[in-house]
């Protein structure tokens, strides 16, 4: 494999979020691949660290524990160059984290309707889906977090469409980014940003 400098490729680090189930590890995996970049996924990241599950961090430290631990994580992966960060479905919710990451990259944001998370999620043993109706937690769960979500650098839906699809159309989608920050850093100095 070439060194990471020797390849064109849209960004060299670029993070994935999104609500859990929508195919972060997944896609952020294949998508290290497809620019040559290294993958991180955060959540294996505090379980190696913690030396816990996840559901055993939040049943034995508790959920806040458990922020305060991606919060360190995302101040680390913030750092690296050359990679594909993997983003648990809580993190970028978190104004501290949000900023951290929009301000050291591209964060494209990947959707899917509650019912397919819930086909996805429905044998796992994730904690906030521990609940009597977990279809109905999360589209509340969803709602809530919308508005934060939306303020990712690009938006994907990954219902229904083979993960080959979703990677090739996050790298249109980062390669036209790339050209509208290199347009933008390209205009006059006393250009006025601000009524553009």
């Known amino acids: 494999m070439f060194p990471s400098g020797l390849i064109e490729r849209p960004a060299n680090w670029v993070a994935l979020a999104g609500f859990m189930g929508t195919g972060k590890s997944r896609i952020g995996w294949e998508l290290s691949r497809a620019l040559a970049l290294h993958f991180v996924?955060?959540?294996k990241l505090i379980t190696r660290v913690v030396g816990k599950s996840i559901p055993e961090v939040f049943a034995?430290?508790?959920?806040?524990?458990?922020?305060?631990?991606?919060?360190?994580?995302?101040?680390?992966?913030?750092r690296l160059d050359h990679a594909v960060i993997s983003l648990g479905g809580g993190t970028f919710i978190h104004e501290e984290n949000r900023r951290l990451l929009l301000s050291r990259g591209p964060v494209v944001v990947l959707w899917?309707?509650?019912?397919?998370?819930?086909q996805r999620t429905k044998h796992s043993d994730r904690?906030?889906?521990?609940?009597?109706?977990?279809?109905?937690?999360?589209?509340?769960?969803?709602?809530?977090?919308e508005g934060v979500y939306r303020q990712g650098t690009i938006h994907v839906h990954s219902d229904g469409r083979p993960s080959e699809e979703i990677?090739?159309?996050?790298?249109?989608r980062l390669w036209a980014w790339r050209d509208a920050q290199a347009a933008w850093a390209a205009l006059p100095p006393d250009?006025?940003?601000?009524?553009?």
């Open 41 to 43: 996924d955060t959540d």
């Open 60 to 78: 034995q430290e508790g959920e806040g524990y458990f922020r305060a631990c991606e919060r360190e994580v995302v101040q680390r992966v913030t």
């Open 112 to 118: 899917a309707t509650p019912e397919t998370v819930y």
């Open 127 to 145: 904690p906030l889906l521990k609940v009597e109706d977990p279809l109905s937690r999360i589209r509340t769960l969803m709602n809530e977090r």
């Open 167 to 172: 990677v090739e159309e996050v790298v249109e």
């Open 191 to 196: 250009y006025d940003r601000a009524t553009s």
